[in-house]
């Protein structure tokens, strides 16, 4: 599989919720990145049994609305939620001999419009896009 098969191959295990299957699409070494906590993920294990344990409401949903792909980097934009959390995904995958051996992601909050923007911009529903 090329770069970008292997990350649509990855988020397609992420549906499943089986968070060890999902593993598989990593290296032995994966190294996940977390820059807003400053969190490091060592290792496929890891990844799997802190996606596994994440004190979810329900079953976690994957939407994904691009993705962009320059030799081995893979981004991708996603949108998470488990029915109660409402989150977007901003990942950066790097792929080596058919694993991710690297994502460095972002979680960016959501935020209110500041009041000065009104008269440029309309204000739309959130949604789970």
């Not at 496929?44 to 994440?54: G, K, L, S």
């Not at 934009?77 to 109660?84: A, H, I, P």
């Amino acid at each position: 599989m090329d770069p970008k098969e292997v990350v649509l191959s990855f988020w397609e295990a992420m549906r499943s919720n089986d968070f060890y299957a999902a593993s598989e699409f990593l290296s032995e070494d994966f190294k996940g990145f977390w820059p807003q906590s400053s969190e490091f993920i060592c290792g496929r294990d890891n990844f799997a049994a802190i996606n596994t344990h994440y004190p979810a409401s329900g079953r976690w949903e994957f939407f994904l609305h691009s993705i962009l792909c320059e030799g081995l980097r893979v981004v991708t934009d996603v949108s998470v939620t488990d029915g109660n959390i409402n989150g977007r995904v901003i990942t950066f995958h790097t792929v080596v001999n058919g694993l991710i051996c690297k994502q460095v992601e972002f979680w960016p909050d959501d935020f209110e419009a500041p009041e000065w923007r009104a008269q440029w911009v309309e204000i739309r529903e959130r949604e789970f896009w």
